[in-house]
């Protein structure tokens, strides 16, 4: 049983900081991509960040490029998405997931086998 554990969430004002850890249970982890998407209420699920397994590749969507960073661990079995300079548009519950996308697809849900419960993550501003 595969499980990803999503944790960090919670309230910031606007222009803040957030990190976002994922713990994964997967003996494999190290050879999946990971990622992070978010869904706000009465929107659909959108793709946030992805990491390629090594860590060698990122992948950001073009709304959180330069504010948000991914990483991963390893050997820890983590992943992270640091959020920097938050704004009012970034509140969501954000997944994190893991899988094998094929290349130029990584950030397509579809792809992705693996899923957490979500954190919330809000913004007041």
């Known amino acids: 049983q595969v499980q990803l554990l999503e944790s960090g969430g919670g309230l910031v004002q606007a222009g803040g900081s957030l990190r976002l850890s994922c713990a994964a249970s997967?003996?494999?982890?190290?050879?999946?991509?990971m990622g992070w998407f978010r869904q706000a209420p009465g929107k659909e699920r959108e793709f946030v960040a992805t990491?390629?397994?090594?860590?060698?590749?990122?992948n950001y969507a073009d709304s959180v490029k330069g504010r948000f960073t991914i990483s991963r661990d390893n050997v820890k079995n983590k992943v992270y998405l640091q959020m920097n300079s938050l704004k009012p548009e970034d509140p969501a519950v954000y997944y994190c997931t893991s899988g094998k996308p094929p290349p130029r697809a990584s950030a397509e849900a579809r792809w992705y086998d693996y899923w957490g419960q979500g954190t919330q993550v809000t913004v007041s501003s």
């Open positions: 990491i390629s397994w090594n860590g060698s590749r990122s």
């Open positions: 997967r003996r494999t982890f190290s050879s999946d991509d």
